[in-house]
Each structure stands twice: as structure tokens, then as C-alpha cells.
Nanobody, 124 residues
Framework: QVQLVESGGGLVQAGGSLRLSCAAS????????MGWFRQAPGKEREFVAA????????YYADSVKGRFTISRDNAKNTVYLQMNSLKPEDTAVYYC?????????????????WGQGTQVTVSS
């Protein structure tokens, strides 16, 4: 029902910034939450940030608070992740996710739809 397409990844120096975008199609998102997760080689997929599509309420992992900002554009059905002060440990494939049964927000199993991922590499 929902397709998610991420873009905006790339290579950046430590301390730099990137903005990721996730364009959603195929559904009205008034009842959805959307989130960003990331997965580094050999590690579990971990929560980064989430946003309520209807209210705009946000939730962040402690590791990115103060550096990353999640936002949305309802008219474009697009969610963004502004990443500032990037660190080498932020290097991962970043995935956009969506779901309408989200409770905790940081659990990968609560999300029904996933994008293909976009690579973010932070060099030191």
C-alpha cells in the first residue's frame, strides 16, 4: 500500500551535514508515524528518530539528540532527516519507515513499510 523512497545520502567529513528525504506514496498518512533507522555493518538496525504524521510530535534516540532533526511536509508526503555535526559512528545505511500501529516508536517491528535505504558515510 505504501512505497517509501529515500534520497540524500552520501560522503561527508566529520562535523559536516546532510539532509535525507523520504518520499511516501500510496496511502493517506493522517494516522501514521514515520521514522528513520540506521544499520551499520555487523550491527542491528537501530532507531534514529520518529515523527507523527498528523501532529508532528517527534522522538529521538539519545545518540542523535541535538544533532539530528526530523520534520515533515504533509503536502509532499515527505519526511526529512537533517543531520548536523556528523560523526564517523553515524556511518550506516539509513532507512525510512512508516506504520499505523506504532506505540513505542523505536521498535523496528512496529513499522510496516520500509524504504530501500541510503548510504551515509562520515569520514574522519
Amino acid at each position: 500500500q505504501v512505497q517509501l523512497v529515500e534520497s540524500g545520502g552520501g560522503l561527508v567529513q566529520a562535523g559536516g551535514s546532510l539532509r535525507l528525504s523520504c518520499a511516501a506514496s500510496g496511502r493517506t498518512f493522517s494516522s501514521y508515524a514515520m521514522g528513520w533507522f540506521r544499520q551499520a555493518p555487523g550491527k542491528e538496525r537501530e532507531f534514529v528518530a520518529a515523527i507523527s504524521w498528523s501532529t508532528g510530535s517527534t522522538y529521538y534516540a539519545d545518540s542523535v539528540k541535538g544533532r539530528f532533526t526530523i520534520s515533515r511536509d504533509n503536502a509532499k508526503n515527505t519526511v526529512y532527516l537533517q543531520m548536523n555535526s556528523l560523526k564517523p559512528e553515524d556511518t550506516a545505511v539509513y532507512y525510512c519507515a512508516a506504520g499505523d500501529k506504532v506505540v513505542a516508536g523505536n521498535d523496528v517491528h512496529e513499522y510496516d513499510y520500509w524504504g530501500q535505504g541510503t548510504q551515509v558515510t562520515v569520514s574522519s
